[in-house]
């Protein structure tokens, strides 16, 4: 497999979500990485529940950091531009989000879990077309689990969510992955390789076949301070590049 700080990357996301998770919201989540630095400069959850407001979808709580901070930016030309920017989220951006991806110039998306109900890459559209490159599946069955425990702490109306008592449970069935609809066999073959190709692709499974290969501290962890981590990694990153700019002015 071709991917590595993929995973990274998408564990953060992951964090986020067991974040909004443990605060009576949606788990889902993402982040925005500027691709020439690999380095997170933005980051959303869903707040629908909260605002009740039917747009507060993760993408565009990161979306508007994003132009925030250049909005800031005393040296234009210094500027996060949105094309060099990957949106990573947990689970497939909706119809909405993945046309505000497309309108703002975002090139590559990188997501968990398919939207059975609203995906815009891939489940019930395709917007990406020929504008942006979408990488799915990573981290899918994490995604998946994160949000089959918010549905049972709804319903079972408990504060806090599972743990490892109900692995098993959890465990029972993974939808199949239908690959074909998010990304092409070249793709696929050059991103995870041609083993994984003749595994999965037309098979419809998922990536990780294991169920050990699960990263449970995902779902079991508390990330409580995992907000204002990833605002002084942004405010630390981004100051320090603009000293050095003006030092050198
Ligand atoms: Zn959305």
Request: charged letters at 30%; hydrophobic letters at 35%.
């Amino acid at each position: 497999m071709k991917i590595g700080y993929e995973l990274k990357h998408m564990e953060t996301a992951l964090k986020l979500a067991k974040y909004a998770l443990d605060h009576g919201e949606t788990p889902v989540a993402c982040i925005f990485v500027h691709e020439p630095t690999n380095s997170v400069v933005a980051f959303g959850m869903n707040d629908t529940n909260k605002s009740r407001s039917g747009t507060s979808h993760a993408e565009f709580m990161g979306i508007a950091q994003i132009l925030e901070l250049q909005k800031k930016d005393e040296f234009p030309e210094h500027a996060i531009r949105f094309e060099d920017i990957t949106l990573y989220v947990t689970v497939e951006p909706c119809i909405m989000c993945a046309s505000a991806v497309q309108q703002i110039g975002i090139k590559k998306v990188i997501f968990g879990c398919g939207n059975d109900r609203f995906g815009g890459n891939g489940s019930v559209l395709s917007i990406q077309q020929d504008s942006y490159v979408v990488l799915p599946g990573i981290l899918r069955k994490e995604a998946v689990l994160m949000l089959r425990n918010f549905y049972v702490m709804e319903n079972d109306h408990a504060p806090e969510p599972r743990t490892k008592t109900n692995r098993k449970l959890d465990l029972q069935e993974f939808p199949p992955i239908p690959w074909k609809n998010y990304i092409s066999e070249i793709d696929f073959k050059d991103t995870f390789g041609e083993t994984a190709y003749r595994e999965k692709y037309n098979s419809l499974e998922d990536l990780i076949s294991d169920e050990k290969d699960i990263k449970w501290d995902l779902l079991e962890g508390r990330y409580d301070d995992i907000l204002e981590i990833l605002d002084s990694q942004i405010t630390q990153k981004f100051t320090y590049k603009k000293q050095c700019i003006v030092k050198k002015a």
